[in-house]
C-alpha cells in the first residue's frame, strides 16, 4: 500500500483544477494576464489574486500604475524582467529589478504608485495578492524589499535550483517571514528531464504556476501544466514537479487558508461592507492613510 492510498493528508498532491487567466487592462492601461482573480479566491484562500504581465510592447505597459490605494491584505511583486519604480504616500521611493520581490503589507492603507522604468523591450512580471486576516487588516503597513541577490538558490539534485522567498526548502528558510499567511514561496527552475519534490504543509492551500516549459504536476505521471497556467493543488503534504519536455520554471506557492469573509472593492479587500465603506469614505476626506510610518524590514 502506498502512502498516498493510506493516509488522505499525506503524499503527493494531485493538480484538482487548473485555469489560464483571463486578458485584462489594468492601472492606466498596463495590458496583463489575470491568472486568477476574485471568482476563484474562496479555491486559493488566503491568495486573492495572480497577475502575470509581459510585453515587447512599450504601448502595453508604459503607461504603469499611478497613484491607488490599498487596504486589508498585501501585495507582492515579482519582477523577472524591466524595472518597476515604486513610490509611496509617505515619501518612500524605490525600484524592482530583475529578479527582486518586493513583499508589501498594505494593512491599514497606503497610497502608492508602480511605473515601469523601461521604453523599450520586454518587461516582465507577476503581481500576487495575499488576504490578511482580520485580526492583521488594519495593522502597520510594512514593506521588504528583497534585492535578487538576497534569494537563496538551493541546487537540485538532478540538475535545476530552487530560489527560497519564503518558506523552506532544503533546509534553506526564505528571507521574506513572518508573514500571517505563513507562505511557501519558491521559484523552481529544471532542465529537461529533471524531477523535484519537496514537501508542503498539509494543512495549506498551494498552487503551481508555469513560468516556462510545460511542468507536469502530482503524482504518477502527473498534470501537464501550460505556460501560464495555473495549478490548484489539492491535498497531500508535498509537491511533485517534473520538467518532461522540456527545460521548465514554475513558481510553488502555498499558504494558511483564513476562512473569513470577503468584501472586496478594487484594490481593498475587507471582511464586511461596512469596512468598505468606512475606507471609500476616508479615502474621499484624506484620512485613509493612518499609519505614517509603515515598518522598514
Ligand atoms: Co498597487
Known sequence: MTESSSSPGKGSRPVTVTFAGIPMLEGAGVRLRRVFGQAQASLFDPFLLLDHFRSGDPADYVAGFPWHPHRGIETVTYMLDGRVEHADSLGNAGTIDSGDLQWMSASSGILHQEMPQRKEGVLEGLQ??????????????????????????????????????????????????????????????????????????????????????????GPGAGTELEEGQVGLLGTGDRVTLRAAHASSRALVIAGRPLHEPIAWYGPIVMNTQQQLAEALRELRLGTFVRDREPLQE
Open 128 to 217: 500576487l495578492w495575499v488576504n490578511l486576516p482580520a485580526g492583521r487588516k488594519m495593522a502597520v503597513p510594512a514593506y521588504r524589499d528583497l534585492r535578487a541577490g538576497r534569494i537563496p538558490k538551493v541546487p537540485v539534485p538532478n540538475g535545476g535550483q530552487v530560489r527560497v522567498v519564503a518558506g523552506e526548502y532544503a533546509g534553506q528558510q526564505g528571507p521574506i517571514r513572518n508573514i500571517a499567511a505563513n507562505p511557501t514561496f519558491l521559484d523552481v527552475s529544471l532542465p529537461q528531464g529533471a524531477s523535484w519534490e519537496a514537501p508542503l504543509p498539509a494543512e495549506d492551500n498551494a498552487f503551481v504556476y508555469a513560468l516556462e516549459g510545460r511542468p507536469r504536476v
